[in-house]
């Protein structure tokens, strides 16, 4: 039997995401055998093509501003003058991973409000380690003769992290963005719990009126989307590692 290429698959997996998106009632009957005492198959408090394009900005906002800091971090405590800053700087951005993001939302509520605000902070937080991380060993991993060429070349220091360091570290700066992006689309549900409008809404909707449609549906939209997110920057990943 012929295997389809994973190409097939993903465009496969992204037409059905995107129909299901725009023609939920097309999937009712495949749905209804999980509902109970005629509950309804598909969530109806809400569009899941406007839920599913906010839990996307949410995630997206809180990986780009967790990338400008973890790599403008990594970039000063791997200079000279800030090399004596690197274990406060990994200090900092493992707060994220030590303290989990549903105690980051109960620690931001009483701060700053329900709604998108608190969930940005949380995944902001559990974004900052993976990219700090991959962008401190792309930065560190730069061979010490291409170094001493662009020396050689009469390069600046400003030159040298420009035109080589971070050119050559950028492979391993979007898989740290892969990670956090993949990691945050999944936690990102835990913020309907304060207001944000994510897919979580749809998985709580179900878990309160026992309906299993309702939890498998918002469960399987998140996991698609993972998926597809994990291979749109894997291939990003390769091209640029092929290209440098």
């Given at each position: ?45 809400g569009?899941?093509?406007s ?27 791997t ?12 200090s ?43 962008t ?8 010490g ?23 050559l ?16 689309l ?14 979580g ?16 549906q918002g ?11 994990h ?14």
């Amino acid at each position: 039997m012929t295997r389809l290429p994973a190409r097939l698959w993903r465009l496969a997996l992204f037409a059905l995401l995107l129909t299901f998106l725009i023609r939920p009632g097309l999937f009712a009957p495949l749905l209804q055998p999980l509902t109970r005492n005629g509950a309804p198959a598909i969530y109806d408090k809400g569009d899941l093509l406007s839920l599913t394009l906010s839990h996307l900005k949410i995630t997206g906002l809180a990986t780009l501003a967790a990338a400008l800091l973890a790599v403008s971090m990594a970039i000063f405590v791997t200079r000279r003058a800030g090399a004596d800053f690197l274990p406060l700087s990994r200090s900092i951005v493992n707060v994220g991973q030590t303290f989990p993001p549903v105690a980051v939302l109960a620690l931001a509520v009483p701060a700053i409000g329900f709604g998108e605000a608190p969930t940005l902070v949380a995944l902001f937080l559990y974004g900052l380690l993976p990219i700090f991380e991959t962008t401190i060993a792309g930065l560190t991993g730069v061979s010490g003769p291409v170094l001493e060429a662009a020396r050689g070349v009469g390069m600046t220091p400003w030159q040298r992290l420009l035109r080589v360091e971070l050119p050559l570290a950028l492979p391993l700066v979007v898989a740290g963005v892969r990670l956090s992006a993949v990691i945050g689309l999944g936690t990102a549900t835990i913020g309907s719990t304060v207001g944000a409008r994510t897919l979580g809404e749809v998985v709580i909707a179900g878990l309160l009126s026992d309906n299993l449609a309702f939890v498998v549906q918002g469960g399987a939209i998140v996991g698609a989307l993972a998926i597809l997110l994990h291979d749109a920057l894997s291939w990003l990943e390769t091209r640029l590692a092929r290209v440098i």
